[in-house]
């Protein structure tokens, strides 16, 4: 198994579909947030984005993709790319025949949006439908089709398609050179993929250095450069960090206590796990999960 596959499904990364239809008159979108992962597919039609990213504001077309994530500079979509609307009010939702233009917008939530891996990525990334690639436009066209005939159950469809288009979204930054640190483009090398595989696949175990240094057949010298260099964390350091950001999502979930989510991350003890999971995200693993309900 390659190293983003274990990651994505570690995480637990899901896409909420937000909206799914046509808007008319003089729209405008406001969805910014600090804790999640935005997307908006436009699947009729032209809209712009209004953002001190770009010196102008910038045109989408149907069939192209934007994704914000949470450090991204504060955005807007609108209907205009002379005129930004000061609120939302004269916004007309629609079905996807009768608007002038239609999105697919969602959200993916983080639990550490602060993170390096996260903070690694570009914090827009515009994908073009006629420059994605194969795979990319068929299931960008497949979200369209679904959009335009609303048949039983297409929320959730849409719903686990978008989940689809977010791998290749990250898949898309790695293959184009977007990304130059981190653990997505330590995946572009071969050898610390397989160390990161084994990582993301088994979190758990008691990994150590001359372990993963024989799985991935590299001195330890080696893998230690490489990892510094690139991720900013020894093997077993980044092995730990993996730890703590799995547990942080598993705490979002109601049915996971700290003591399940602390046994499940390889912690012997509910203390030992708090007091790491504390240094990590400067607060304790019942704070954060109140603090994220």
Not at 36 to 60: E, M, T
Not at 149 to 159: A, K, L, N, P, R
Not at 233 to 246: K, N, V
Not at 257 to 275: D, I, L, M, Q
Request: aromatic share 10%; with cysteine.
């Amino acid at each position: 198994m390659d190293a983003l596959t274990p990651l994505i499904n570690g995480l637990n990364l899901h896409a909420k579909l937000i909206y799914s239809g046509g808007v008319c008159g003089r729209w405008l979108m406001d969805h910014n947030s600090e804790t999640s992962v935005w997307f908006h597919l436009v699947s009729k039609g032209q809209g712009f984005v209004h953002s001190p990213r770009w010196p102008a504001p910038l045109a989408l077309n149907t069939g192209d993709l934007i994704l914000f994530l949470p450090h991204a500079a504060r955005h807007f979509l609108s209907y205009s790319p002379e005129h930004l609307p000061d609120n939302d009010r004269d916004t007309r939702l629609t079905d996807w025949l009768d608007g002038e233009a239609a999105f697919v917008c969602g959200e993916i939530e983080l639990a550490a949006p602060k993170s390096s891996l996260w903070q690694a990525l570009p914090a827009e990334v515009v994908i073009r439908r006629n420059l994605a690639g194969n795979m990319l436009p068929r299931l960008i066209e497949l979200v369209i089709e679904e959009t335009s005939t609303q048949g039983f159950g297409s929320d959730s469809v849409i719903e686990r398609l978008c989940d689809g288009l977010f791998v290749l979204l990250i898949r898309y930054c790695i293959e184009e050179g977007l990304v130059r640190e981190g653990v997505f483009a330590a995946m572009q090398d071969k050898r610390l993929a397989t160390a990161l595989g084994l990582i993301h696949q088994q979190p758990w175990h008691a990994w150590t250095l001359n372990e993963l240094c024989a799985r991935a057949g590299m001195s330890k010298s080696v893998l230690s450069e490489k990892f510094s260099a690139l991720i900013g964390h020894s093997p077993i350091g980044y092995l730990t960090s993996w730890r703590l950001q799995i547990a942080a999502h598993w705490l979002l979930e109601p049915d996971m206590t700290v003591e399940k989510v602390a046994e499940r991350c390889g912690y012997n003890s509910v203390p030992a796990f708090s007091k790491a999971f504390k240094r990590q995200f400067a607060q304790p693993p019942g704070a954060f999960r109140r603090h994220k309900e």
